[in-house]
């Protein structure tokens, strides 16, 4: 089975790639990573065990010189908790003053996590999935060498149509007659959705997630 490269940390990534930086300072030598798996008896300090190789064997019949190394690896919610204080678990909001239009590609996903946030994540490490408009699910792979759990994150700008009253939302979720948009700004918007696109000169195909709302 090949072996699972050792990478440098990022070194603008601080605590967010904490995990990385652990696994790299005590494998310094090793040639890779033979296996990665949840510590049977985590604690605060530590949850990961993971077989490093340190040298392959020097003749026939003797064994290659593997050790055990135990960290931590981080969950994606305290990632993004290091990003965001307020951030709660359900998903993070992504500012991104660039019209996006969804779905963006994996490599795209960390190119913003790693560039703007500071992020130490690779393609080994996460399977990303576009779950619906802008939000995409993150999940840890298994043998992801600094992270676990998952996490939900939203990549663009966030509009709330207030549905209460006149407007009729079909099956397929057009939008008929006239309806209320508050923006996260605070600003509101009132008319058809093409008379509030019109007023705020711009599309908003790209970039937008779009809640339905009604008054309880």
Known sequence: MALLPIRKPRPFAGRKGQ??????SSAMRAKGVIS?????????????E???RISDP?????????????????????????????YDGQALQIGYEKEVEHPLSPKDVLR????????????????????????????????????IGEAVICIGRELLYDCTGAPHVTDEFEITGRVVITLASGEVYEGTIDEI????????????????????
């Open 197 to 216: 696109a019109a007023q705020m000169n711009q599309a908003t195909t790209h970039g937008v997630r779009v809640i339905l709302a009604t008054a309880t």
């Open 58 to 86: 020097e003749s026939l019949g003797a064994f290659a010189d593997n050790r055990t190394i135990v960290y931590k690896r981080l969950h994606l919610d305290e990632v993004f908790r290091l990003i965001n204080q307020e």
């Open 19 to 24: 995990s990385i930086k652990d696994l790299y």
């Open 50 to 52: 993971a077989i490093v």
């Open 112 to 147: 913003i996590l790693n560039g703007q946030f500071g992020c130490d994540f690779e393609e080994d490490d996460l399977t990303i999935e576009n779950t619906c408009c802008t939000e995409y699910t993150l999940t840890a792979k298994d043998t992801s060498l600094g992270y």
């Open 36 to 48: 990665v798996k949840p510590l049977a008896t985590p604690n605060v300090r530590y949850n990961t």
